[in-house]
């Protein structure tokens, strides 16, 4: 009887699962308003899925942030009527101390978005194109760098430069002293190969070790305690090993995973499943919250595409959040804007009871 009461009682201490349990942070000595972000994370995911979109609010198709007195606020809003839950930002080119970041987004802009968005009740995700440190080249540049930083002193050097500026940044972040709380993503989608972090541009060992000195120059040396730190690969192929580039539970706080929809729904909808899947069975284990940090069909070309092919295949999974891509231009766009074929259908994604949107969250 006591060993079945202990079991019950190991079986029941996965907070995931049940209540919410004091979590095991890659910061242990996190800010207010990182931990209530956290618990937010943990309920909101109770009830749903929190809708998110890439530069939501600093531009969408036809329209920027701070230029000609236009008055959309965000191309979500303009076909759902509501704000999105969360709001991606990139930082690329905050390294290079540039006033705009690699989408020609004004660092200044951004932080005024960020504050706006944390303010009304919204959560901030933040990814980092940054570029190659050894050639100038941008991310996409596969030079081999990780080893070089890692071993490298004129390239450590560099990297302790950038990654002050990256503190610098997050620093500037602050609403009544309290510095806004950033779920940061960084050096995603590894196990691919495009990116000079990635599969065959730098070694497992060597991609996690950059990670933890990540990690420890950003929480150690630059006193920030306001950072969720997110590892998300690319959608998985058979033979991929989710943990293969993982850095340690110690260094991680929430699983992610990235997912295209590159114009065969079929493949992309057996991918989330398949892939959430596992993410959510290895979140389960490690008392780690989960998410789809990013996804998208450029273009929206397929009719009814939220409804019926993201809807159906995430309602149910418990995941924390969901990520579209940027909308750029009438090319480059992952949500429907005004005029689009499929803003009725974003709209009705939006009535969906598992879709939390900022109106959600605020409740
Ligand atoms: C990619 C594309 C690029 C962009 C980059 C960083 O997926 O959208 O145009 O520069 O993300 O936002």
């Known amino acids: 009887m006591i060993l079945f009461l202990l079991f019950l009682n190991f079986s029941c ?3 995931y699962n049940e209540t919410y349990n004091k979590p095991d942070l890659v910061d242990k000595n996190p800010s207010m308003n990182l931990k209530k972000v956290h618990k ?40 759902s009527g509501s704000l999105p839950a969360v709001y991606g930002f990139d930082i690329g080119h905050i390294e ?13 802009s951004m932080r005024n978005l960020i504050i706006k968005a944390h303010n009304q009740g919204g959560l901030i995700t933040i990814s980092w194109h940054l570029d190659n440190p050894v050639t100038a080249g941008n991310s996409w540049d596969k030079t081999p760098a990780v080893s070089k930083i890692l071993k490298d002193e004129k390239y450590r050097i560099k990297y302790e430069l950038w990654i002050e500026r990256v503190a610098e940044f997050f620093k500037s972040l602050k609403v009544n002293n309290e510095l806004v709380p950033i779920i940061f993503r960084p050096f995603h989608e590894m196990n691919g190969s495009w990116f000079w972090w990635g599969e065959g541009n730098c070694s ?66 057996k991918s989330v499943v398949n892939d959430l899947n596992i993410v959510k069975s290895i979140a389960n284990k490690k008392n780690k919250l989960f998410a789809f940090t990013e996804t998208g069909l450029e273009g929206v070309k397929t009719q009814n595409w939220f409804t019926k092919i993201v809807y159906p295949n995430i309602e149910n999974t418990g ?29 009705a994604f939006k009535e969906k009871p598992k879709t939390l949107f900022l109106e959600d969250l605020s409740n």
Request: charged share 25%.
């Open 13 to 15: 201490t996965s907070f």
């Open 40 to 79: 937010k994370l943990f309920y909101s995911s109770k009830k749903g899925v929190a809708i998110g979109h890439q530069d939501a609010t600093s531009y969408g198709v036809g329209w920027k942030y701070g230029e000609n007195k236009k008055t959309i606020t965000s191309d979500a809003e303009q076909v």
């Open 96 to 108: 290079l101390n540039n006033e705009y970041n690699l989408d020609s987004v004004s660092f200044n």
């Open 204 to 269: 497992a060992t060597d991609y996690k070790t950059l990670w933890q000195e990540t990690v420890k120059l950003l929480r150690d040396k630059h006193n920030l305690h306001n950072l969720l730190y997110v590892y998300s690969p690319n959608k998985l192929n058979p033979e991929n090993d989710y943990m293969k580039y993982y850095p340690g539970d110690e260094y991680v706080d929430i699983l992610g995973i990235d997912i295209y929809d590159f114009n065969d729904s079929e493949a992309y909808a």
């Open 319 to 347: 995941a924390s959040w969901i990520l579209f891509w940027r909308n750029a231009n009438k090319k480059h766009h992952y949500l429907p804007y005004k005029g689009h074929h499929n803003a009725s259908d974003f709209k």
